[in-house]
């Protein structure tokens, strides 16, 4: 069964706009989150991550949420840039484990 | 710093054959994982080596197999090769196994 989800398949946004990447998951037993950049036969590129303990954190134009109670969260990416578009990937690590669960990936694409 | 490095980046091997692949972490980094993406299957956890010994393993048959070197680099071995072993074989390492996990770009195995 599915853990991480990432429902949406693609999201195309306007260069200068806000990008936002939601993420939902089923496992409590997640204790940190991350979220990677993919382009096509390339290994993810790490961007952001957060503790269970913490509901936010932010880095340059990269701010994800964490919401424990409603088990989402999402990547704000702002202002969005044509460099950005990309295969975004969240990942949830088990607790006490170097074993990453991967959603499916949404399709990032800036339009100029 | 060099980043992960893998090896070979692109192979081609025929149904039953064996294939190794390489992993060379982060310097200093003592943890190494392996993942396999596919388009169906998306990204999945195949195992973790930390300090040459594997802590957690995914839901991959024994024909998947690794280890891990003193020097922390890490190998991995597919033997009875089949057309879905076809896949872009990551290798990820980490200090420690918590926290971030950084991406080699991955080898693209093609089965036939």
């Known amino acids: 069964d599915q853990q991480v989800k990432q429902n949406s398949p693609s999201l195309s946004v306007q260069e200068g706009r806000i990008s936002i990447l939601n993420c939902d998951y089923t496992n409590s037993m997640f204790d940190y989150f991350l979220w990677y950049k993919k382009y096509p036969a390339e290994g993810p590129t790490f961007l952001i991550s957060i503790s269970s303990i913490k509901d936010k954190n932010e880095d340059g134009r990269f701010t994800v949420f964490l919401n424990k109670s409603a088990k989402h969260l999402s990547l704000h990416i702002v202002p969005s840039q044509p460099g950005d578009s990309a295969v975004y990937f969240c990942a949830a690590r088990v607790q006490g484990a170097q074993k990453l669960v991967f959603g499916q990936g949404t399709r990032l694409t800036i339009n100029p | 710093k060099a980043g992960v490095t893998q090896t070979p980046r692109y192979l081609i091997k025929t149904r039953g054959q064996q294939v190794t692949l390489s992993c060379s972490p982060i310097s200093g980094h003592r943890s190494v994982s392996w993942y396999q993406q596919t388009p169906g299957q998306g990204l999945q956890f195949l195992f973790e080596y930390f300090s040459e010994t594997q802590r957690n393993k995914g839901n991959f048959p024994g024909r998947f197999s690794g280890r891990q070197f003193s020097n922390s680099r890490s190998e991995m071995n597919v033997s009875t090769l089949e057309l879905g072993d076809s896949a872009l074989y990551l290798c990820?390492?980490?200090?420690w196994g918590g926290g971030e996990a950084f991406f080699g770009q991955g080898t693209r195995l093609t089965v036939v």
């Open positions: 990820a390492s980490s200090f």
